[in-house]
């Protein structure tokens, strides 16, 4: 049974780096010259945005910053440390 923890704790963790990956990838993405209805970066924001939004919502807003990139991966670090020690 440890052994099924331990996995599941690697997958968790896993799976939240590629959400780092993908997270990073939108924020590159916005600051290229790229259409924003392209199918990839469509993909990205459809991703990406169930998360930032509501942390965009409760940060006060900064006219031409978005600093909820920033606080998603200082986020999922916390999460991902709390997955280490718990699994």
Do not use: N
Request: a positive charge; glycine letters at 2%.
């Amino acid at each position: 049974m440890a052994e099924l923890w331990h996995w599941l704790g690697l997958l968790i963790y896993r799976l939240l780096t590629l959400y780092s990956w993908i997270m990073l990838a939108r924020v590159l993405v916005s600051w290229l010259p790229v259409d924003p209805y392209h199918p990839a970066v469509r993909l990205l924001r459809d991703l990406t945005e169930p998360v930032l939004a509501p942390i965009r919502r409760a940060l006060p807003t900064v006219p031409g910053l978005d600093y909820s990139p920033i606080v998603a991966f200082l986020l999922i670090s916390v999460v991902q440390q709390v997955v280490l020690r718990l699994f």
